[in-house]
């Protein structure tokens, strides 16, 4: 973007352009060499502990599920009642976010298992693996914060820039996010189904059909699974069991959908124009991903429960390495980032999370609009 | 009757038990990932084996005596196994040909030559110990000699003897009443896997003539000197090199059934610095073929040919474009890795072709 165009703007918020480092073009091809030297360096070491690691990940999921089941099919008092739900919202949340997620970015292809295949995994969640794969590793890790591009820049229902188009309907997007929030496996699962495109009479006939029909087949199979097949097993017990996974779910939904918000909508994280990405080198895109996301810090437990995506600037940069790597990669990357003048977003959870919904709050209001825009 | 009433009671309940009505409380993959942590040999996926002994044949090569469980289809001499090992958390799998005939105690035994810088060979070799279960395919192939009255030819050279011996074993123990000559050729005595077996064989039993020829000593071996090649029914197993010279001549002598051959081919090793060269590439899937050069990228290529393979985002992030390379070495662009083992995963859009390939599209 050159200065004759950046005039057209009205003043940017102290801070958004400050924090995009310019790299000359020699600077990002040596700062692409560094990060693809560290990419070797970690695909070259992989082997049985990384193996070991997804595997008991999955055992630890299979043994939550059935404990949490069992729990709330044959217990009958508050407590386990309690721990049952404790227990399968854990097994899903680490299904989802350290296997799922994961898995199907190809991070364990490697291992020649068919189990743990990106092609072949199918996960516990209504959102169907096949457009999981489109929609996030193809679009979203591909275009990251391109306003335009990135469908999970506010999932065509939140403004959380300047950048992006007020309405009257706007103002109410803390009710909108809530509701997001709540039924966040749902909001992902009709993704790809392009709904936006379609109240806008801009598909053509028939292609909606196409479209949701694996979504169909998977959300029947996992309404049956949570809300008749556990429930009509318990007998007597069924009310318990239905409640008891609908509120698994629940949990998942708005853990997921905190970790998830946090990776690319915190207050430092930027966001890019589709003329600003012309050309883009991998240098150009490397930096992008790392300036459009942002880390949170925590325990070893807290990063498995977020599948990881606590290190959101590892995973954008290096999204088919194994997860756990990234707490390894980290203080490396950082270290690439302070001597290229990089910002590297990272902060506890609370602290991240408060900026994310401190911008939902902000741009539901007609706050830094701007001529060129683009739609919420 | 009862028993036909059983088998329906049966078939029927196997099929409730798998219906995705029951879905995820009859998943497979879990309950054969349970099975296989409280015992290995549980396994109800390919067809796992325990070692019961390991043999020293020569310094280099080793023989597995192996059990299988009930489930064992049993085999026919001449036929190979699939032999799949995790190395370093990865899954490999190798063909090795049964080099025992079948026997009543159901022991199979595999033979394994190690070979410099092989890893599926050098493994077995250094990690396998007694007591530890391998995981095989079901057999196949269909490499054992013709019925008929014609004397047999077994030529064999290195470790193409493993087959043979499972055929030389079985002959013998349904005691063929036809002229056997195995001809056997490897580098030094010490290198001649079975040698006392069949010595003794050949001391014992009158119509089976054993002939070794060494080369480190004898020079290279020169099939067309085997003066009986071409009136026996031949069977032969070795490098690529021997079995397509003996077809060639069988074929020159019009007499091209009378000749079963059996080849090991090692990796398909780069053709140079191929950067300008172009390469076949064979999708087996679809059984289409186009031309790659050695500096567009397989999915271009492939696009140019007019093929439409599944693809995302071009760069090497989304693995929309990952396809099994089934064999042939390809050169990943992004990262410089080399791949050149058969059945391994690549991405077309960051991978060029170093040499012809068969790709799983």
């Known amino acids: ?376 | 009757m009862t028993t036909s009433l059983n088998q329906h009671l049966w078939l029927g309940l196997s099929r409730v038990l798998r219906s995705h009505w029951l879905h995820p409380l009859n998943d497979a993959d879990a309950w054969e990932r349970l099975r296989v942590w409280m015992n290995p040999m549980w396994s109800r996926r390919d067809y796992p084996a325990r070692v019961l002994d390991i043999i020293d044949e020569t310094p280099d090569t080793r023989s597995f005596v192996l059990k299988p469980t009930a489930r064992w289809p049993g085999h026919r001499a001449g036929q190979h196994v699939v032999v799949q090992v995790e190395i370093n958390g990865r899954r490999v799998h190798r063909s090795f040909s049964l080099s025992s005939a079948p026997t009543p105690d159901r022991r199979l035994r595999i033979t394994v030559k190690r070979q410099p810088g092989a890893r599926v060979s050098g493994w077995l070799h250094e990690h396998v110990r007694i007591g530890d279960v391998l995981r095989l395919s079901a057999p196949t192939g269909r490499f054992a000699p013709a019925e008929g009255a014609a004397p047999l030819l077994l030529l064999s050279a290195g470790s193409g003897i493993t087959p043979l011996m499972a055929v030389v074993e079985e002959l013998h123990r349904r005691g063929d009443p036809r002229a056997i000559v195995f001809v056997h050729c490897c580098r030094t005595p010490t290198d001649f896997i079975f040698a006392d077996r069949l010595r003794v064989l050949a001391a014992e039993w009158p119509n089976f003539e054993l002939r070794v020829h060494y080369s480190a000593s004898a020079g290279r071996f020169d099939v067309r000197q085997l003066s009986v090649l071409l009136h026996c029914q031949t069977l032969v197993c070795g490098p690529r090199a021997l079995t397509q010279n003996v077809e060639t001549l069988f074929l020159a002598a019009g007499v091209k059934d009378q000749v079963r051959s059996e080849s090991y081919s090692g990796r398909v090793l780069p053709q140079g610095d191929a950067t300008q060269e172009s390469f076949g590439v064979h999708c087996s899937d679809t059984e289409q073929v186009f031309t790659a050069r050695g500096d567009t990228s397989l999915l271009e290529a492939a696009e140019a040919a007019g093929l439409k393979p599944a693809h995302g985002c071009r760069i090497g992030i989304c693995k929309t474009c990952q396809c099994t390379k089934r064999s042939g070495t390809a050169l990943n662009l992004r990262t410089g890795e080399i791949s050149s083992e058969p059945n391994e995963l690549i991405q077309l859009c960051i991978s060029v072709a170093r040499s012809p390939l068969e790709l799983a599209l």
Request: glycine share 8%; proline share 5%; net charge positive.
């Open chain 1, 1 to 376: 973007m050159n200065d004759q165009k950046l005039s057209q703007y009205p003043a940017l918020p102290p801070g958004s352009t400050m924090l995009k480092t310019k790299l000359t073009p020699q600077q990002l091809d040596q700062f692409q060499a560094e990060l693809d030297a560290l990419r070797s360096e970690v695909a070259a070491d992989l082997g049985e502990r990384d193996a070991t690691h997804i595997r008991s990940v999955v055992r630890e999921v299979r043994l939550n599920a059935v404990v949490g089941r069992g729990l709330l099919m044959f217990g009958f008092d508050p407590i386990s009642f309690i721990v049952g739900v404790c227990a399968l919202a854990r097994a899903k949340i680490l299904e989802n976010m350290e296997v799922g997620h994961n898995v199907l970015h190809g991070q364990y292809d490697w291992m020649g298992d068919p189990t743990l295949n990106s092609q072949k995994y199918e996960w516990d969640i209504v959102c169907d693996s096949g457009h999981w794969r489109r929609t996030h590793n193809f679009e979203h890790h591909s275009y990251t914060n391109i306003l335009g591009q990135d469908d999970d820049y506010g999932y065509g229902l939140l403004r959380m820039t300047g950048d992006q188009k007020w309405t009257w309907r706007t103002l109410l997007q803390p009710i909108w996010y809530a509701l997001l929030a709540i039924g966040f496996q749902w909001g992902v699962a009709i993704q790809d189904l392009k709904l936006g495109r379609w109240f806008k009479g801009r598909m053509p006939k028939g292609e909606l059909a196409e479209r949701a029909a694996p979504f169909l087949k998977k959300a029947r199979s996992q309404l049956y699974k949570d809300y008749v097949l556990f429930p009509l097993l318990a007998f007597w017990n069924f009310p318990r069991v239905l409640l008891g996974n609908a509120l698994a779910n629940l949990i998942r939904n708005l853990w997921t959908n905190a970790i998830i918000f946090c990776g690319h909508f915190t207050a430092d994280a930027q966001v890019f124009t589709k003329a600003e990405v012309a050309g883009e080198t991998r240098g150009g895109w490397y930096l992008r991903q790392i300036q459009g996301s942002s880390n949170l810090e925590g325990g070893r437990w807290f990063h498995l429960l977020t599948g990881h995506l606590s290190h959101q600037i590892e995973h954008h940069l290096f999204p088919d390495i194994p997860a756990p790597r990234y707490a390894e990669m980290a203080p490396r990357v950082r270290d690439i980032c302070a001597r290229y003048g990089i910002h590297y977003n990272s902060a506890g959870f609370w602290r991240q999370y408060g900026t994310v919904l401190w911008r939902i709050l902000k741009y539901a209001l007609p706050v830094e609009r701007r001529p060129r825009l683009v739609d919420a």
